[in-house]
């Protein structure tokens, strides 16, 4: 068993608990490296770490892989949770009404994906998993058909036109915004074309190993200092890539790549620390269930205000609401967190165990 990269996962568990803190409402308070001025990107770039344009897999095999892999998984908890807000409505959390449909189950992951309020971060995942299939499908094949010994040369040509390909889509986004305001139908190609760089990157890092360089303490403080002088020149550096919104045609990309490279190395410092890396390595080894619960978490900590009578039902108006946000969100992030894990350890597992435990005796069973 192929054993796993402790400061990959001390990346991811970075990068979940910027996912947190951003849903939180304290990811503004962190006017360098705010969350939402790289975090989807991040995990983008993750995921490309990971793949290599030197094998070609079988169309059917790829889709059928990642199809088990993310999109099942995602689609099981859309219906879940598409329960507990018809439950918690009639509880009298209002906010929450949404009908069964099997089109916002179905469909709505694929567009904004807030339907059911707390599948809201879902997006990334259907995302991510056109991502995969362009790539395992389309870009390994296209690698074949150039024969050139000059390797580094076509990897870079394939990075620049992806980087170019991103560039185009903050532009034409910014001036869906200017015009006529949210495209559903296009928003989903935007971030589409906005993702492809991000995970190519993280090919191009992997294949090259330069993990190393980033690591070094003034590699660092420079990035710092640049991604300082971005920030302090444009004044926001946030943009919402689950609806493409970008606050100008440049800065996504700039201040992503800054704060990857940043994060990138400082979680290879991270790893080498024994207390640092168990606990963000057991996060950013849970990051998933963390991404499909922990706004659910949030909701658990208000309802628990109600119990108490410090807030009403109608006082949570939607899946972000915070009693007294500027004291309490740290106590929303540590349940956002500790709900996914508790909730996927103790529940979810469990429950996969014995489907496959079921699956396993129903194939024993079967006539040889």
Not at 172 to 195: C, H, N, P, T, W
Not at 322 to 332: K, L, N
Request: net charge positive; proline share 3%; charged share 10%.
């Amino acid at each position: 068993m192929k054993e796993r990269n402790l400061s990959v996962d001390v990346l991811r568990g970075i990068g979940i608990l910027l996912v947190v803190s951003g849903h939180a409402s304290s990811g503004s308070s962190m006017n360098v490296f705010a969350p939402y001025s790289f975090h989807m990107p991040l995990f983008f770039f993750i995921s490309g770490l990971f793949f290599s344009d030197s094998k070609v897999d079988g169309v059917l095999s790829t889709i059928v892989k990642n199809t088990k892999s993310l999109l099942l998984y995602s689609t099981a908890f859309y219906i879940f949770y598409a329960g507990v807000c018809w439950v918690i409505t009639r509880l009298g959390f209002t906010a929450f009404s949404q009908p069964f449909s099997l089109e916002l189950i179905f469909l709505n992951q694929f567009t904004t994906s807030g339907a059911y309020r707390f599948t809201a971060a879902y997006w990334f995942i259907p995302c991510l998993f056109f991502v995969k299939l362009y790539f395992s499908l389309i870009h390994v094949r296209l690698i074949s058909l150039i024969k050139s010994r000059r390797e580094g040369l076509v990897s870079l040509s394939f990075l620049a036109a992806y980087m170019a390909i991103a560039f185009a889509a903050v532009v034409y986004s910014v001036e869906m915004y200017e015009q006529k305001g949210v495209q559903l139908d296009k928003i989903i190609y935007y971030r589409f074309a906005f993702a492809l760089f991000f995970f190519y990157l993280g090919s191009i890092v992997s294949k090259y190993k330069v993990q190393r360089i980033f690591s070094n303490i003034f590699v660092l403080a420079v990035l710092y200092i640049v991604q300082q002088q971005l920030w302090a020149s444009a004044g926001n550096l946030d943009f919402w890539m689950q609806v493409s919104k970008y606050q100008a045609t440049y800065l996504p990309v700039i201040s992503s790549v800054l704060a990857i490279a940043f994060f990138y190395g400082l979680s290879d410092i991270a790893a080498r620390n024994k207390s640092f890396s168990v606990v963000l390595g057991y996060v950013g080894e849970n990051s998933l269930p963390i991404v499909l619960h922990h706004i659910f978490g949030f909701f658990l900590i208000n309802a628990l205000l109600c119990v108490f009578g410090v807030i009403k039902p109608s006082d949570v108006i939607n899946q972000y609401y915070q009693f007294d946000t500027v004291h309490t969100w740290p106590f929303y992030i540590i349940g956002g967190v500790l709900f996914s894990l508790v909730f996927d350890r103790y529940a979810v597992r469990p429950l996969m165990n014995a489907f496959k435990n079921m699956e396993l005796l129903s194939a024993l069973k079967r006539p040889q």
